[in-house]
């Protein structure tokens, strides 16, 4: 269907962009959120939703003709994007379902939390870390309810600067190929630890990276189970490839296995403290993809079947091409590669993170042995 000049479309939104800021690249993290909003919808029976930073308004568009949001509070800090958002909520949302402002989105939280006017999701679109809208998102969101955090700064999650890491995340975030998963255990270890101060805790409803952008959404559950297994370090061996997993208790007397063999001297760091647990909940991903089959989302459907295959793998991943460059061959066939592990009794999949990766349980060594036999 043509569009008339200006107007743009995105799902069932139609709306015009003048001068927000709009990330045509974004839609997969929107769409997933949509997903997730009407499978919340359908299990609850109704939907809030606090859009905090809004810019020209697709979100509370598509949260109402797609997730079937009751009500929205559509929040932009900058005041001068009010002739559109208002242009694009009057046309496209039903009168008295929603409410626009321009405030700080802390301000918005702490209103929220004043007034008792908890919301069943969260999302907070920001610029850099979430950090500074991490715990007072909380504040916001209703128990049983979604908070869903961005991170455009991958240069402090992926190592560059591990002091800023440890400033807004109160974690030390050092450098190895599989940065972008570690994005993601940061943001929901952050989410974790703040929830915990309140007596709360969360969990993963998914793990997103569209190649730019790190999203996480996750639920807020009443009660503390703290567990210290879940939120610990990832050690990576920069001379063998190695990664594990290191508890709190192991602080101190880590070392790479490799270190043993041939009397390498190992250059392992680590990262941490972080999310170790699952990146997704298999159940709800499971209603997602079967709401995308509905909806001929096919391939929102099968972005889904990969993550739910990753959802309880190793936190980390095995670039193809670090494979091959390690055991000097040519960079492996991915599907053969994962057949071959499976062959040899290890768990293997693809990533959604990069289609050039796979993840396992077998180590970088496992791994370039069964590469140069398929
Ligand atoms: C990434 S854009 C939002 C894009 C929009 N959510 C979408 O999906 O197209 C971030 C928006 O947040 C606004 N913003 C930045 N900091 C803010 C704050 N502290 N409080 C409220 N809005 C803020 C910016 O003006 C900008 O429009
Ligand atoms: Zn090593």
């Not at 569009?3 to 769409?31: C, H, M, T, V």
């Not at 959802?311 to 091409?321: E, I, Q, R, S, T």
């Amino acid at each position: 269907m043509n569009l008339e000049p200006g107007w743009r479309r995105e799902g069932k939104a139609k709306f015009y962009i003048d001068n927000a800021f709009y990330y045509p690249q974004s839609e997969i993290g929107r769409d997933l959120a949509i997903l997730a909003a009407a499978v919340y919808k359908h299990n609850r029976g109704q939907l809030r939703v606090l859009d905090a930073m809004t810019g020209c308004g697709v979100r509370p568009l598509r949260y109402q003709l797609e997730a079937g949001a009751d009500w929205v509070w559509a929040n932009e800090g900058n005041p001068e994007l009010q002739a559109v958002l208002a242009k694009n909520l009057t046309l496209g949302m039903q009168p008295h379902s929603y409410r626009i402002t321009h405030q700080d989105a802390n301000q918005v939280f702490f209103s929220c939390y004043q007034q008792r006017d908890y919301y069943d999701l969260v999302d907070i679109d920001s610029f850099g870390s979430p950090a500074p809208y991490l715990s007072t998102g909380l504040w916001a969101t209703k128990i049983g309810g979604l908070l869903y955090l961005t991170n455009t700064d991958g240069r402090t999650t992926g190592g560059r600067n591990p002091d800023k890491s440890l400033q807004v995340y109160g974690a030390y975030a050092r450098s190895h190929p599989a940065v972008h998963e570690q994005a993601m255990r940061l943001l929901i270890g952050s989410a974790l630890q703040q929830a915990a101060t309140k007596g709360m805790q969360v969990q993963p409803v998914f793990s997103l990276f569209n190649g730019q952008v790190h999203r996480v959404m996750v639920q807020l559950m009443v009660g503390c189970s703290w567990t210290s297994e879940l939120y610990g370090f990832l050690g990576y061996c920069h001379t063998c490839g190695h990664y594990q997993s290191v508890s709190w208790r192991q602080l101190g007397r880590v070392v790479c296995p490799g270190s043993h063999l041939d009397s390498r001297s190992c250059s392992l760091s680590l990262s941490g403290p972080l999310w170790l647990g699952a990146l997704h909940d298999v159940e709800r991903l499971k209603q997602m993809e079967t709401l995308a089959h509905a909806w001929g989302w096919i391939k929102r459907a099968k972005l889904l079947q990969i993550m739910q295959a990753e959802a309880d793998m190793p936190p980390y991943f095995f670039k193809l091409g670090e494979i091959g460059h390690r055991g000097k061959m040519d960079v492996p066939q991915r599907d053969r590669l994962i057949q071959a592990l499976r062959y040899r009794g290890y768990r293997a999949t693809r990533t959604h993170l990069d289609c050039q990766a796979i993840k396992t349980d077998a180590n970088m060594a496992n791994c370039i042995e069964i590469a140069m036999q398929c």
